[in-house]
């Protein structure tokens, strides 16, 4: 069955203090891993898709990693407009345009 | 000029009630979806439509019937409304399924 986990749930951190958000996968066949951002009340906002593993992808403070089996998304000196829950999913090769979402980790920047 | 564009954004009725919510998407894409997402936040696929044919079909209950009536539209009625099937019901399109893909705002329905 195909799983994806997002580590850590929640995270709290002070403006200007680096972190990285995991997001582990089994899935039969991967296409390519999404990742979003939610902020309450909107619906995911997308940043960045990786095809491969060994692909980087940058916007701003984030960058985004891709290995065979997980991926990161850090965040560089981050601002409290960074606060939101980030949202991984990998594409299925098995079925069209099926997003596997995980259930995401809250980010809290405070000043 | 919204991408993806759901209404109503909110909706509350009784259970028992039919309703339908409406999707339209202006980024000429050719595949539409419907994710529900419940109060623990997972967003699960429920539909999906490429060039108005259904092609994902999870396990939803029969009581859920999509219809697309055009490669910019993708409307989702739900017959019998039951307290379980309180949510937020966000619609998606992408290119080929893989490229662009937009999600709406979403549409928080609730039950009562």
């Known amino acids: 069955e195909d799983q994806v986990t997002q580590s850590p749930e929640a995270l709290r951190l002070q403006e200007g203090e680096s972190s990285s958000l995991n997001c582990s996968y089994t899935v039969s066949g991967l296409r390519g891993l999404f990742w979003y951002r939610q902020d309450p009340g909107k619906g995911p906002e997308f940043l960045f898709t990786l095809y491969s593993a060994g692909e980087e992808k940058e916007k701003e403070r984030l960058k985004a990693t891709l290995t065979k089996k997980e991926s990161f998304l850090h965040i560089t000196a981050p601002k409290p407009e960074d606060s939101a829950t980030y949202l991984c999913a990998p594409l299925l090769t098995d079925s069209w345009g099926k997003l596997q979402f995980g259930a995401g980790t809250q980010v809290v920047v405070t000043p | 000029d919204t991408a993806v564009s759901q209404t109503p954004k909110y909706l509350v009725t009784q259970m028992g009630n039919d309703k339908s919510i409406k999707c339209e998407q202006n980024?000429?894409?050719?595949?539409m979806y419907w994710y529900k997402q419940d109060s623990k936040k997972f967003l699960k696929i429920m539909f999906s439509?490429?060039?108005?044919?259904?092609?994902i079909n999870e396990t939803v209950p029969n009581r859920f019937s999509p219809k697309s009536p055009d490669k910019a539209h993708l409307n989702l009625h739900i017959n019998s409304l039951e307290l379980g099937d309180s949510a937020v019901y966000f619609c998606?399109?992408?290119?080929?399924?893989?490229?662009?893909?937009?999600f709406g705002s979403g549409t928080r329905l609730t039950v009562v």
């Open positions: 439509y490429n060039n108005k044919e259904l092609i």
């Open positions: 980024l000429g894409h050719d595949t």
């Open positions: 998606a399109s992408s290119q080929g399924g893989v490229y662009g893909y937009t």
